[in-house]
């Protein structure tokens, strides 16, 4: 199965905030793809493939770490890669949960030592609002990213991650839980 570690988000303001900024991504007639409400999430490390014997292995060493639930403001907006090339509209955080989310993931890391799960890439927290497909009306996304980079979308509550199953389907992902491990 595709695996991924994960934070959700659930705030239903916080949901509604970014539903708005999303609308003004959809908006612009770009080649956009808007992530669902509950699909809302920080990917703290991608797995790619996992055995059910390594689910096994994730579960107990994901149970061993321990660190303290936290607050986050979601705040300003970005684009990935690159203003030239967008291939992600994103939503980010305030510093403190900035810096709560990489020990999270360097925790997740360290707890993964030995095993083949490593990060393939430096963890740069972000919450993917809208996948972009094509260069339509990229300036147009850019300027909606760009009014929206200091608005505040609300306060969420992260108390707990997720292992969570990714389907790809030809209507987009369905993400299922396949276990959770609560932050003290």
Do not use: C
Not at 17 to 36: L, P
Not at 114 to 129: A, C, I, M, N, Y
């Amino acid at each position: 199965m595709r695996a991924f570690i994960a934070m959700e988000i659930d705030n239903p303001e916080v949901l509604a905030a970014i539903a708005t900024f999303q609308e003004q991504i959809k908006q612009t007639g770009g080649d956009v793809k808007i992530v669902e409400p509950q699909n809302m999430h920080f990917t703290l490390l991608f797995l790619g493939e996992v055995s059910e014997e390594e689910v096994a292995l994730l579960k107990e060493r994901l149970s061993a770490i321990r660190y303290q639930a936290f607050e986050a403001e979601l705040t300003g907006t970005g684009v990935f890669p690159n203003a030239n090339r967008i291939n992600v509209a994103w939503v980010g955080v305030d510093s403190s949960a900035e810096t709560n989310l990489r020990n999270v993931a360097d925790n997740i890391a360290k707890s993964l030592a030995g095993s083949r799960f490593k990060p393939d890439k430096q963890f740069e927290p972000h919450l993917t609002v809208a996948r972009i497909k094509s260069g339509r009306a990229r300036e147009k996304i850019l300027e909606v990213v760009n009014s929206n980079s200091s608005i505040r979308f609300g306060r969420q509550q992260f108390k707990d991650f997720k292992l969570k199953k990714s389907e790809l389907t030809p209507a987009g992902p369905i993400y299922t839980n396949i276990h959770h491990f609560q932050l003290g």
